[in-house]
Structures are given as C-alpha cells and as structure tokens.
C-alpha cells in the first residue's frame, strides 16, 4: 500500500495517458482517493533512484517561448598554485627556524615565528593538511592501490622530517601551528615528574600505532577526527571537539605543550629523528661535535660550567642533569636488570600483539562497512528494529548481503593481522622503553634532551656563556 | 694514553653507528618518497557527493564543519521536467498549490518557484538560503526526474583532510575526485541514453571513510 503512489506515477507517465506537467497530481489525487497521502519524506524513496534512467519520468520540456534554460554554476575550487606556495611557506618557516634555533639562539625570534605560522598554518589555512595528519594520507596511500597523494600532502609530511633529521626539532619550535596555538598560552609551567612524562608519553606511540592501523585498512583518519584545535583554527566545530580544544588549551597554560608531548604521533617519529640529527639546541652556545655530545664525555669546545642556572628554565623537561658516579653494587644490579628486560622485550611485544589481535572485532567498527554489515546482519536474523540510513541504502543498491559480509570479514582479517603489528608495535615501545629506564647514560654537563627539547629557546638566555656570547665576550675570559 | 684510544676508539664507533643510522633513515625516506611518488597524482584532490549514490538523508547539512554546510543543493535544468507541482518544492500534502512558505518542502525557502509557460514552472535554488538538507531533493529523486541533487561548493568547502560529513555518509556517496573535475553533475537524461546503469565514477575513487 505504500508503493501506491509510485506505482501510479510510474503506470500513468508508462502509458503517456496524462501530460507530464500535471503527472505527479495525479498520482496524488489518486493517492488521496485512496486515504493514502503522498509522503516523499517517508517513502522508499532510495528503491527509485537507481540510475541516471529509473529517473526518467517526465520528458525534457520543449518550450515554445523562447525561453533559454540556465544552467546551474559550478564555483571554482581553491586553485592549485596556493597549495604550492603552502609548501614553500612550509619550507622556507623550517629553515627560518633553523637558522634562528641553531644560528641566532633568539628565543622572541623563534617565537614571533611561531606566531606567524600559528597564524597563516593555522587561522588563515584552517590548519589542513598538516603534518601530523599527512602521515595516514601515506599510510593509506602503501596500503591502498587506488589512492595516491598529492604531491603538496607529500611535502608537508616529508619536510619537517628531513628538516629534523638535519637540524633536530625545528618544526616543532616554530612552524607547527598545533605546537605554536599550545605555547602562546603557556603561562606558568609546572614540572611533571619524570615518570609521569615517560608514562604518558607512550600514549602518544598508541596513537601513532592506532592512527597508522586505521588508515592503512581505509576505516578512518583518527588524527583529523580528533585533532583539539583545529576546530579553534576554522572558528568553527561541533561541541564536543571545542570542550576538547578548549580543556587542552587549559591544561597548556600550567601544563607545556601538553599535545606535543603526550599526544602528537608526528612528534615520536620527529623524536627518533632528533636523537640521530647533525646539528641541534645545545643549552650553552658553540660548534658542538654531535659524536662527541652522545659519548657524553664533554659538551664541545664551548663546555657548560655547570652554574645550574638552566635547571628549571625547561617547561617541557627536556633538560638532563649531570649524572652522579654509580657504585659497583649499582652496577650489577643494574646489568641484571638490563638482561633480564632485553630477554623479556620479545615476550612483551608478542603477549602485546595478541592482545591487539584479540580487539579486531572492536577496532574493525571504525570501518562503515563492517558497520553496515554488522547491522544488516541484525535486521535479517530479526535482531535489531527498523532500519537505518546506511542499511536502506545499501539495500536499494541490490547488492547480495554475502559480498558485504565477504567485504566485512576481509577487513576483519586485515585488523586481525593490523592488531598484531599495532599491539606488537606498543608492547615493543613499552619493552624499550623500560630498557631505557635501565640504561646507564652519563652525563658531566646540563644537557638538551635531543628527542624531547622542542627547541623552543626558552633556556638560551639562562646560560651565562649566551650572555657572553651575545655581549662578544670569548670563551676565555670565564675560564679565568 | 690507552684510557685516551679507547675513549676514542668509542667515539669513532658511536660516530660510524650513528651516521649509518642516519643515513639509513635519509635512505629510508627517500625510499618512500619514491614510492609514494611513483603513484602520485600531479593535482590535488577535493571531495565530491555521487548524485546517483546520494541516497538525500540529511547529514550534510549537520555533519559539515563549518556551520553553514558546504553542500548546497543544484539544480540541473536539462534534466528537470518543469513540473506545475514538484515534489521537490511542495510539501507532502500542500495546502494549495502556491508558493505559500506552509506549501514548501524546503525548511529555509531556498526553492524559487517561477512560471516560463503553461505548463511549465521553472525552479531555481537560492544558494544563500538552501543548507543542503537534501529534503528536495528526496522528492525530486522520488516523483520527479531526480534533476535537483546535492554537490560539494567548492568555493566554500575547506577541503579537510578527513571530511566530516563524508564519514557519516550511510551510503558511500562521498569520493575524492581529481581536482581538475571538481563536480560530478547529473547529465542531461539525453546524454544519458544507452549509457550503462552505472553512472560516471570519479578516478581514483578511494571510498567515502578514506
């Protein structure tokens, strides 16, 4: 009885028996005889569109007074050349802040830069594409035949990284928008302990491994989805994600860089980049010998004269002690320890793996397809009311529900072995991480933290020799 | 003297460690950029709504980041049918058959209604005024020709990396197209005959949750 209407319309434009300006009235007055009234909010409405023919209902007009069909305006989009210059933005910030990080040691420069990129990265572009986003474009991109990325998408991810790998975190200090919203805030940073830094830090390697997992089976980009200021950067969003912006932008103001630290999964890749990296922050100024820094036997030809005035001037705790002289006792104990970690690092990132594996009906409900599946699989045994949107829709294409169900449990198996690598990959950071913990690293002077200093500058100007420097004063005279 | 060498002798081998690790991670992403590289595409993507997956539920209007959707509803002129009562324009059960805001379909008004002939009524979108809500364009696909049907407009979409509303699409109908071809617009039911059931697919088409 539903159909009535339809079928009307169908029959009478069939037989041509009415003109087709007045066709669909008489479906409804026939609808009407029939106590039926038409509804096409609440009809089957998704049955009828099938292809470019089933619309077909009423022929093209042939108008007779000399009336000129419009036709409908397509805006052009943003042209391509401004992407471009994005990326020479991009690159041009990155050796700016290089130059002013490594070179100028100016803490306002680098911050006027953060600015700037805050502004035109941020509120002027809207904050897409950016770098930590653009590393699911490539994941997705290796596991998808049909998707390629563009070339610009392709810069902003592979820019900072070789930028990083030259020259440490400079992308970070003054060119990412995300940082740069974060640290304009930061007005009265307390210490979090160091534990609580290392602890919450992992969560940021569930989140690469997360984000990495969901983009390579096509389910979701978590990182845009969940981004905090984005929503600040387009002066628009929906609620939950501002409280979210907004709780973090909070937390910035006592807490550096929260996002940086704990949450961004661009910055522990830039991390293990900046451990290896050819040049980087050094605390007190001077050509350092990165080989020589990493021995941690001498700070470089201009050495820290250890006056502890640098100690609290890192808002990120990035800046690492001289270390005291372990004792004999310490030092077995300690080797034990390292041993036994290194043997249990494979049973770890194994058990973790497992873990991850068994989550693969969970995880695999980011994809809308194992959703649809999952809920034409409810309605067919009588297990769920009604239908919902994608259900009609996916019902009015014909498809067989077994090709979707075969389409489901492919990417059900794709988050089976996905679970593996994700939970084996956070078991191996946990394991390496605990490793760490063990390691003896020794250290005469005050000292960057390579992976974790952000380079934003803050601890240049508590270094006496810096004030030497700028003053012109060499090296010399403070030995005296 | 030999605490000295073996100092240096660690030095040397940090150094040769490390440099080699740096430039496996140099090697390593210049391995990916071929890769990746090796499939590029020379323009820029944007997103797009399929008109004929496009099942009108709503959730562009709701689901856009900025508060005024993106999506707007368009109008195909060729393929319209002119109708004196369009189900696109008049509501379920219209009081009268005028352009009376309670006889209306769409919430906001945006449908202008415009006699050229008997009998034919031409309508055109006020694109200021629709919010893409697809409500016309549910009538249109169900009683009429389908000639009304909801597109991305470029010239407000910020083309986010993961569109919102393409990942609470129910039926797949967003895509990225190439950004040469930003529209993917309903052709005239002329050019359509003998063309295959399946209406014309965006390059490259990567799914609406990619």
């Known amino acids: 009885m539903r159909r009535c209407p339809y079928i009307i319309v169908c029959v009478t434009v069939l037989l041509g028996l009415v003109s087709p300006a007045t066709c669909p009235a008489t479906a409804r007055r026939s609808a009407e005889t029939s106590g039926q009234g038409v509804a096409p909010g609440t009809e089957p409405a998704l049955s009828l569109s099938k292809g470019p023919g089933a619309n077909k209902r009423f022929p093209p007009p042939e108008f007779e007074s000399g009336y000129v069909q419009p036709s409908p305006t397509t805006p052009a989009p943003r042209q391509d050349i401004y992407q471009y210059i994005d990326a020479l933005v991009l690159l041009a910030a990155l050796g700016i802040s290089a130059y002013l990080v490594l070179k100028r040691r100016s803490r306002s420069a680098i911050f006027a830069l953060a600015v700037f990129s805050l502004l035109y990265f941020g509120f002027a572009r809207m904050g897409c594409v950016c770098s930590v986003g653009a590393i699911q474009n490539i994941v997705l991109s290796i596991f998808d035949r049909s998707y390629a990325v563009p070339i610009v998408v392709l810069a902003f991810f592979l820019l900072p990284l070789i930028f990083t790998l030259f020259f440490g975190r400079v992308f970070c200090a003054g060119v990412c928008p995300l940082g740069a919203i974060q640290d304009v805030v930061l007005v009265r940073p307390v210490r979090v302990p160091n534990w609580l830094e290392g602890a919450l830090r992992l969560f940021a390697y569930v989140y690469l491994g997360a984000a990495i997992l969901f983009a390579a089976t096509g389910s979701a980009f978590i990182i845009c989805r969940y981004d905090p200021f984005v929503s600040f950067f387009r002066l628009s969003g929906n609620w939950n994600i501002l409280t979210l912006g907004g709780s973090v932008l909070l937390v910035s103001v006592f807490v550096g860089r929260p996002y940086c630290r704990f949450v961004c999964p661009y910055g522990v890749i830039l991390r293990q980049l900046s451990r290896i990296s050819r040049w980087n922050v050094t605390i007190a100024p001077g050509r350092q010998d990165p080989a020589i820094v990493m021995t941690g036997l001498t700070g470089g030809p201009d050495e820290c004269i250890q006056c502890r005035l640098c100690e609290d001037s890192c808002p990120f705790g990035a800046i690492r002690e001289p270390t005291a002289d372990w004792t004999g006792r310490d030092y077995s104990i300690g080797k034990k320890r390292l041993t036994l970690l290194m043997v249990l690092l494979p049973v770890l990132a194994l058990s973790v793996g497992w873990a991850g594996s068994r989550l693969k009906n969970v995880a695999a409900r980011m994809h809308a397809t194992v959703r649809l599946a999952e809920r034409v699989y409810l309605e067919d045994a009588g297990k769920a009311e009604g239908t919902t949107n994608a259900s009609l829709a996916f019902r009015a294409t014909g498809k067989p529900t077994e090709q979707l169900y075969a389409e489901a449990s492919n990417i059900r198996a794709k988050f089976t072995l996905g679970g593996w690598f994700f939970g084996g990959f956070v078991g191996l950071i946990a394991g390496l991480k605990l490793i760490g913990l063990s390691r003896r690293v020794g250290r005469t002077d005050y000292e960057a933290d390579r992976a974790s200093c952000l380079a934003c500058g803050r601890c240049f100007e508590y270094c006496p020799k810096e004030h030497a420097r700028r003053k012109g004063i060499g090296a010399t005279d403070f030995a005296d | ?210």
Not at chain 2, 12 to 20: A, I, M
Not at chain 2, 118 to 136: H, Q, R, V
Not at chain 2, 143 to 149: A, E, I
């Open chain 2, 1 to 210: 003297m030999g605490e000295n060498k073996r100092l240096q002798a660690g030095v040397s081998r940090r150094r040769f460690l490390r440099d080699s690790l740096w430039g496996t991670c140099l090697a390593g992403l210049g391995v990916l950029t071929g890769f990746v590289v090796g499939k590029h595409r020379k323009t820029n993507t944007l997103w797009q709504i399929d008109p004929y997956t496009c099942i009108a539920c709503g959730n562009c209007a709701t689901y856009c980041v900025l508060d005024e959707s993106a999506v707007k509803c368009m109008h195909a002129f060729s393929v319209c049918g002119y109708c004196r009562i369009c189900f696109g324009f008049f509501g379920p059960e219209p009081v009268d058959i005028t352009e009376g805001a309670e006889n209306q379909v769409c919430p906001t008004g945006a449908i202008k209604r415009r006699f050229v002939e008997d009998p034919y009524y031409e309508y055109t979108i006020d694109e200021k005024l629709c919010n893409g809500c697809g409500k016309c364009v549910k009538g249109c696909n169900a009683f009429g020709n389908g000639s009304l049907f909801l597109q991305v407009r470029h010239d407000r979409c910020l083309n986010c990396n993961e569109c919102s509303i393409a990942a609470a699409c129910p039926s797949g109908a967003w895509k990225r197209v190439p950004a040469e071809r930003p529209y993917l617009l309903k052709p005239a039911l002329s050019e359509v005959e003998g063309m295959a059931a399946h209406p014309p697919q965006a390059e490259h088409g990567a799914g609406n949750h990619a």
